[in-house]
């Protein structure tokens, strides 16, 4: 089984899901809004903790959000708050 985590934004349930070995090991839920995305919860399989696969999720989320650059961010999911305090680049995404 391959240790590579893959992302991708899965829109028809409005989450990011991050993939191991093709198992789902984590995803994060969020919301769209008129110029906003909002992320609710962030959650990561048990058997994949540790591996950094939530990194892996808000990293590759916010960048595709700067990306796109149509949107701003609201990190109501703690993770993906604590994750952005940690990494200021990504700070220019929160919604003023």
Excluded at 16 to 42: D, N
Excluded at 55 to 69: M, N, P, Q, T
């Amino acid at each position: 089984m391959s240790d590579e985590i893959t992302v991708r934004d899965n829109t028809e349930q409005h989450r990011y899901e991050a993939r191991i070995g093709g198992a789902l090991a984590g995803f994060s839920v969020y919301e769209l809004s008129e110029g906003r995305i909002t992320f609710l919860h962030t959650e990561v399989s048990t058997k994949f903790e540790g591996k950094g696969v939530g990194s892996a999720i808000a990293r590759h989320a916010l960048e595709d959000v700067k990306s796109r650059g149509e949107r701003s961010v609201v990190p109501l999911c703690p993770f993906i708050k604590a994750w952005i305090d940690k990494h200021p680049e990504h700070q220019s995404l929160l919604q003023r």
